[in-house]
């Protein structure tokens, strides 16, 4: 089945830049045709779980629309690398409030922002930004 693998996580600086990878393997040919989303969700310390960004994906019109949330909107960028499956995630300007396990998810076709929504989740990358 699909599976994700984020990388790119770590102790990172205060004021330094954050850029993770999310890789998904075993994408059907006919999920591409029809189009999928891939999305960045991250946990902070004693919060729920909050979205970042959504991607449209896939051999289809509009590959490459990313959407924020938002709470991201203007903090974050986002990219892809569309024949490879795989999403990006940036962010400039780290501070210590931005330490928080990141997930990566992709659900079929356009899913908005909510974790019920996306099939498949990857185990998360742990970022730490010291103070």
């Known amino acids: 089945q699909v599976q994700l693998v984020e990388s790119g996580g770590g102790s990172l600086q205060a004021g330094g830049s954050l850029r993770l990878s999310c890789a998904a393997s075993n994408v059907p040919t006919h999920v591409r045709e029809t189009g999928y989303t891939m999305a960045w969700f991250r ?36 990219a892809q690398d569309n024949a490879k499956n795989t999403v990006y995630l940036q962010k ?23 974790p019920s929504f996306y099939k498949y989740w990857g185990q998360g990358t742990q970022v730490t930004v010291a103070s």
Not at 65 to 75: I, K, L, P, Q, W
């Open 43 to 78: 946990q902070q310390p004693g919060k729920q779980r909050e979205a970042v960004a959504r991607i449209w994906m896939g051999d289809v019109p509009g590959s490459g629309n990313t959407y924020f949330s938002d709470s991201a909107e203007g903090r974050f960028t986002a």
């Open 92 to 114: 400039n300007s780290l501070a210590p409030d931005d330490t928080a396990v990141y997930y990566c998810a992709l659900g079929l076709g356009q899913v908005m922002l909510d």
